[in-house]
């Protein structure tokens, strides 16, 4: 499979404890996204990497989360303490821009987080 | 701020059926329209997109959308539906940067 893959799918984890995502790319997309998508919305922004940079972090995005892209190739997103409102699904995408303004996003399966 | 509507949340139509849903966003900038779809169980997927040229964009499994700058639209169609597009629709606009917005999603139901 030549797609974004995501892990762990799904996630159960008690208030205050910390978990973290890995989102592997699609291979050379030198973009990468994450997202949060909660039930009967849309997903939501959260932040952007060109190849290893994090370069722009949504107001979503609490010190309490932390993303990081070693090497510009996986990702891993990781919530300190977390709390039940981190509940979502949290989705990783990937591009390669080729044309300024021109690309597209490819989406993973997400990973489904329950803070009990 | 940049927004993107979905006036219908939940549609129903008997297969055959034609379908229209609608997409408006809020930006007076250039834009990059996308219409995603999520079949029950699956991840998001593409299923058109605009990014400059004819407003009638074709997809996949014969949907297509128009572009109608004037009126800050993008409205997806089929002509005729089947019970395999029970799915969630997403519509998503790229806005002069690499974060997509996204509307909140139709829900579509086709009864066999």
């Known amino acids: 499979d030549t797609g974004v893959s995501q892990d762990p799918r799904h996630k159960i984890t008690k208030r205050g404890q910390n978990v973290t995502f890995r989102c592997d790319p699609i291979s050379e997309h030198n973009r990468l996204y994450w997202y949060r998508q909660t039930l009967g919305q849309g997903p939501e922004f959260l932040t952007y990497?060109?190849?290893?940079?994090?370069?722009?972090k949504s107001r979503l995005l609490s010190d309490r989360f932390s993303a990081e892209r070693p090497k510009g190739s996986f990702s891993t997103l990781e919530i300190q303490r977390t709390e039940q409102g981190d509940s979502a699904m949290y989705l990783c995408a990937s591009s390669f821009q080729v044309l300024a303004g021109q690309e597209t996003q490819y989406f993973g399966p997400g990973t489904r987080l329950l803070v009990l | 701020a940049q927004s993107v509507s979905q006036h219908n949340h939940h549609v129903i139509l008997s297969e055959a059926a034609s379908l229209e849903l609608g997409c408006n966003y809020s930006?007076?900038?250039?834009?990059?329209l996308f219409w995603y779809v999520q079949y029950p169980g699956q991840h998001l997927q593409l299923l058109l997109k605009y990014f400059s040229g004819d407003p009638l964009v074709k997809g996949i499994k014969g949907f297509e959308a128009e572009f109608i700058k004037s009126k800050f639209s993008f409205n997806l169609r089929k002509p005729s539906v089947q019970w395999s597009d029970t799915a969630e629709y997403f519509c998503?606009?790229?806005?002069?940067?690499?974060?997509?917005?996204f509307g909140t999603g139709t829900r579509l139901k086709v009864l066999a």
């Open positions: 930006y007076g900038g250039t834009v990059n």
């Open positions: 998503a606009v790229g806005a002069g940067t690499y974060k997509y917005i």
């Open positions: 990497f060109q190849n290893e940079a994090q370069l722009e």
